[in-house]
């Protein structure tokens, strides 16, 4: 008897998570839902709803956005099969693209940093890229060649076990994605906009003009009340022309064997520059990678573009104990050790800052083992953008709608039918 009274008082607490859940969802997608009101049948809103919904309680890294499992949750299991049809209904409407959702995030995006700015805080532009691997895959539209991240990972030597393969970089069928987050020196980010993109078929484009592009559309809207944080994948003189052009203020993280000019004129390596200089103040910098503080030496020199002369400031970070250093430029003045470690606190899109690392890109654990971004299935490359759009609402909307930690979502009940009064 006492074994079932302990049942009952789990499933009720599930429930209350659920209908919490549920309420929190819905006003996040309000102005979302209102939007597909206007294009689409009511029938076909609340699917998107529950669609929604199903993908945050349903995570399963293989079969995550299978529509016949999804189905399966979305309405109950003997009526699977008609659930995976309202799916399909929702997902090859003509009335309605993905771009409904993209203005959505940018709507999410503009009054998250006007909220930011009122209220004195610094708005980072963080810039994410990687790829989306489909190794299994031949028929999907438009795939391409990308660089497999899981294989770099599998190579690394494991202690105990030898002789790792080696050889050139391995390339496999899938498809270039590109997010820009908005966030503060701290609390989670929002997404701001998601680009899926390939480099053949109809709809290929080349990876310049789709950063660019969007580089355009943020300058535009913020200017210079964003600073943006990019990796190394952007540095170069192209990507440094393209952010002169806008007038933009960033912090790059830039190879140690890129060339820059130093103060007498002379064309050198990053790490040439600074090569035997002492650090000039030291602080605990908070490696959200590892979980841990770590003591680094900093240092700063000033530096010019090599093709436009213009004025910069190369910010070196030493985290010592054999690891390498950061060379991070920037445009932003730098006069003092202070301003200086400045510089260093807006990365944590490569895992430097005290914001949650696991909310930074879909590629992390948490997000693509849970919401399963690469178990896209549909051959209609217009039917798998718009499921992998219909996803990005889930991550964009976890941290924000969950007042319980991210690995009890699992445990919350799905809620039947979607809130639609």
């Not at 995030?105 to 998250?112: C, I, M, N, S, V």
């Not at 590109?178 to 989670?188: E, S, Y």
């Amino acid at each position: 008897m006492n074994k079932d009274t302990q049942t009952l008082s789990k499933g009720q607490v599930f429930a209350t998570y659920s209908a919490y859940l549920e309420d929190r969802a819905f006003d996040f997608l309000r102005s979302l839902l209102v939007e597909l009101d206007f294009h689409l049948d009511r029938r076909l809103v609340e699917n998107f709803f529950g669609l929604v919904m199903v993908i945050i309680t349903h995570r399963h890294r293989n079969h995550g956005l299978v529509l016949s499992e999804l189905g399966g949750y979305l309405l109950p299991a003997e009526h699977a099969p008609a659930g995976t049809k309202r799916l399909s209904n929702l997902l090859r409407s003509v009335k309605w693209g993905i771009e409904i959702i993209v203005a959505f995030f940018w709507q999410q995006a503009d009054r998250r940093v006007k909220e930011l700015h009122q209220a004195g805080e610094t708005v980072l532009a963080i810039w994410d890229e990687s790829v989306l691997e489909k190794p299994e895959s031949l028929q999907l539209e438009d795939l391409c060649a990308v660089r497999s991240t899981k294989a770099v990972r599998l190579k690394r030597i494991k202690p105990g076990f030898y002789n790792p393969p080696g050889g050139r970089p391995i390339f496999v069928p899938g498809y270039n994605w590109l997010q820009v987050l908005v966030c503060g020196m701290q609390g989670h980010p929002s997404l701001a906009h998601l680009r899926f993109w390939t480099t053949r078929g109809e709809r290929k484009c080349e990876k310049r003009a789709v950063e660019g592009g969007i580089l355009e559309e943020v300058a535009r809207r913020w200017g210079s009340q964003v600073i943006h944080v990019w990796d190394r994948g952007f540095a170069g003189s192209p990507w440094l022309t393209l952010a002169y052009v806008h007038a933009v203020r960033f912090v790059l993280r830039w190879p140690k064997h890129y060339r820059l000019l130093d103060e007498q004129g002379r064309l050198r390596k990053a790490w040439e520059i600074t090569r035997g200089k002492r650090s000039i103040d030291h602080r605990l910098i908070w490696d959200a990678r590892r979980r841990c503080w770590r003591k680094t030496g900093l240092i700063f020199v000033p530096v010019f573009d090599p093709t436009f002369e213009q004025p910069l400031t190369l910010v070196v970070a030493r985290p010592g104990h054999g690891r390498e250093p950061w060379y991070l430029l920037t445009n932003e003045p730098v006069l003092t050790p202070r301003m200086a470690g400045a510089s260093c606190s807006p990365m944590p899109a490569v895992g430097w800052s005290k914001c949650p690392s696991a909310w930074i890109s879909p590629n992390s654990p948490s997000k693509a083992r849970a919401y399963a971004a690469g178990s896209v299935s549909s051959s209609s490359c217009g039917s798998s953008c718009s499921l992998m759009l219909s996803c990005s609402p889930c991550y964009s909307s976890t941290p924000w709608i969950s007042p319980i930690g991210y690995s009890d979502i699992g445990a919350i009940e799905p809620v039947s039918g979607a809130k639609m009064s």
